[in-house]
DNA sequence: CTAATTAAGGATATAAAGGTCCGAAAATCT
DNA sequence: AGATTTTCGGACCTTTATATCCTTAATTAG
């Protein structure tokens, strides 16, 4: 469904708001740590959502990661990654996703699509950050 | 969504299922022509549907391909090319997805896996071939 | 100012997916 | 039987995704 990277940024980005109290900065090894990612990855992926305006960072001694302030949806987060091919392209690859010149199953997908990015663009870190905090939630293993 | 090869592997079979008139054989070259694949490609997952039982080929001049006799859903057709991962794996990557222990999006995709396994397995080859004979759906381009 | 710490970013390695090539095996036709 | 056609199957190549390494730049603390 998403790439590695994706399933990696999703986590990264929950995690991240599940310990932001008043500014504080979460490092490198804290979130890698926290959902199980190679260490070099992260840091790949960590630019990449910094880039696209989903995280600030700050170098040096105390430095770290926060999810910038305002209200992210999951949609976001996998558009800066994967971008927008899951909630676009023709699932038979055809070259454009249309109703004007539709696949075999371009009805039965759209649907299916469309219940998706429904979820994805609705959805905000905020809302699904408790049940990590509760405990009940779990980013790895 | 799917794999590219998964992709060609639904085309193939819509389209095996489009010319299937008592026990007409289609070839590698009419298979790759129709849903615009790569031809040494699309033999590799021509076999593959052999192996899985989901067509059966034959030898020689007059050889060819036919979709096995009896009712086969898409859901069949993904499995034996891309596995059970679409419709089990969980979203964020963690080792087992379930209720017991849950990842923070486990409700939400639930449910979309739900919509889309109940697609999959209820949409049969011949429930979608006539849009394509019907010339209003399309396999390639 | 210097040393220490942390993110940024380029280069490189490894694995997997996508795709090609070619000879072997089976079936058909003459 | 021999030539031809078509699938089978293995080896190989290419591209992309995943992952690591290492140097540089920014920031902080002493
Ligand atoms: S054209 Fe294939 S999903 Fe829309
Ligand atoms: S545990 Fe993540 S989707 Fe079910």
Redesign the pocket.
């Known amino acids: 469904m998403f790439?590695?990277?994706c399933e990696?940024a999703l986590k990264i980005m929950i995690y991240l708001c599940t310990v932001q109290e008043e500014g504080k900065?979460a490092?490198?090894?804290d979130i890698s740590n926290a959902n199980g990612?190679?260490?070099?990855?992260t840091?790949?992926i960590?630019?990449q959502l910094?880039?696209n305006g989903l995280l600030q960072?700050?170098?040096?001694?105390?430095?770290?990661?926060k999810v910038s302030d305002r209200p992210i949806t999951l949609l976001e987060v996998v558009v800066a990654i994967d971008g927008e091919s899951i909630v676009k392209d023709c699932v038979l690859g055809l070259r454009e996703c249309s109703s004007a010149r539709p696949c075999p199953v371009h009805d039965k997908f759209v649907a299916i699509r469309d219940h998706l990015k429904g979820v994805l663009n609705t959805t905000y870190l905020t809302d699904i950050k408790s049940g990590v905090i509760e405990g009940n939630r779990f980013l790895k293993l």
Not at 57 to 65: A, D, E, L, V
Request: a positive charge; zero cysteines; hydrophobic letters at 30%.
């Open positions: 790439s590695k990277a990696y900065l490092g490198l090894k990612s190679p260490e070099a990855y840091a790949k960590l630019q910094v880039k960072s700050h170098r040096g001694p105390t430095g770290g990661f």
